[in-house]
């Protein structure tokens, strides 16, 4: 039995690109009279999704209630990061009714998971779910299967993308298969399958376009899944710590561009020719009062205006995240012409 006085903590988790920020954006307009707050984390050193959630701040979710940390994963800094970070936004003068978490897209949830076995916050917090938000697209074509062994992509190179991606469905409570659009009928089969095949038990998938999940799905599980940790198996049981050194990125800053289909095309070689993962940034346009939001996954780009730039200096600023072989900052800067 869920115990009442414990606030409930969900956790959202995901690859890369996958629409975790997308469908916290949709949870934060739909809180169905929650006082919510969220801890966010980003793997590189500037932050992007937090910026993005605080403009959806409102008097049940306030500026004051979204908190980021940027360069790192909570699943390494438990100690450091993540226990203080809690402690902080329980001692707010108006307690949240539910905190969601949403982890980087390199983040292992068990580390996590384990760390609200710690006294300071076991008695106070419950994990109500972990849920792991999926890009069907990407699934479907076997981006993430350690012997996909397509083109210059073989079992080695994808080995670290396969072990984060199934930490995640082991740890979930409920997988969100997002970007249907994308994937097709005939790509949405086979991501269902992939998880099936992936997942230590059945779970509920569902399908979801730009994070409209139904609050009443996700939020009020009561997994209390620190008490499930054995059900939920990962490929570092047993490590003493988790060290990302498979993964490196790396901060460009730009100059203001002309044209934001051009950007977009650099972007893409980047995927192309030097394996990069994400890029993620806000680029100052000629001539416009607001910023150009990009978020890349792989080749597939996306941009649009967000919001004027007020008071903010117009920087425009990347961040490229890749495997740490394929990660050469010299020659990122050099194609996205820094």
């Known amino acids: 039995m869920t115990d009442l006085s414990k606030i409930p903590v969900t956790v959202v988790t995901g690859f890369l690109g996958a629409g975790?920020?997308?469908?916290?954006?949709?949870?934060?307009?739909?809180?169905g009279g929650r006082r919510l707050a969220v801890l966010v984390n980003e793997f590189g050193a500037v932050g992007v999704d937090g910026a993005i959630l605080r403009d959806?701040?409102?008097?049940?979710?306030?500026?004051?209630?979204i908190v980021e940390l940027a360069n790192g994963c909570l699943c390494c800094t438990v100690a450091d990061e993540f226990l203080p970070t809690m402690e902080a936004l329980l001692a707010r003068p108006v307690r949240p009714d539910h905190i969601l978490i949403e982890t980087s897209g390199l983040a292992l949830p068990k580390p996590l998971l384990k760390a609200f076995d710690w006294p300071a916050v076991r008695s106070r917090v419950t994990v109500d779910a972990v849920v792991a938000v999926a890009d069907a697209e990407a699934v479907a074509a076997g981006r993430f299967a350690p012997d996909a062994g397509a083109g210059a992509a073989g079992p080695d190179h994808d080995a670290p993308?396969?072990?984060?991606?199934?930490?995640?469905?082991?740890?979930?409570?409920?997988?969100?298969?997002?970007k249907p659009d994308l994937a097709g009928a005939a790509g949405l089969a086979a991501a269902r399958?992939?998880?099936a095949a992936l997942a230590p038990r059945p779970l509920p998938v569902l399908v979801v376009e730009e994070g409209r999940a139904d609050p009443r799905l996700l939020l009020g599980l009561s997994a209390a899944a620190e008490d499930d940790l054995a059900a939920r198996p990962s490929h570092h049981d047993g490590a003493d710590d988790h060290e990302h050194d498979d993964f490196a990125t790396t901060v460009v800053d730009l100059a203001e561009i002309d044209d934001p289909a051009a950007l977009a095309e650099r972007i893409r070689r980047l995927a192309r020719e030097q394996g990069v993962l994400r890029v993620k940034g806000h680029v100052a346009v000629a001539?416009?009062?607001m910023r150009l939001l990009v978020q890349a996954v792989g080749a597939r780009v996306r941009h649009h205006y967000d919001r004027p730039w007020g008071a903010d200096p117009r920087i425009s600023r990347l961040v490229v995240i890749a495997e740490t072989g394929d990660l050469d900052p010299a020659a990122v800067r050099a194609v996205l012409g820094a």
Do not use: S, Y
Request: charged letters at 20%.
């Open 287 to 289: 001539g416009k009062p």
């Open 56 to 65: 959806c701040a409102d008097d049940l979710c306030p500026a004051e209630n």
């Open 193 to 195: 399958a992939a998880v």
């Open 20 to 31: 975790k920020t997308t469908l916290i954006r949709h949870l934060l307009a739909n809180p």
């Open 161 to 178: 993308l396969a072990e984060v991606f199934e930490d995640q469905i082991a740890a979930a409570d409920v997988v969100l298969l997002t």
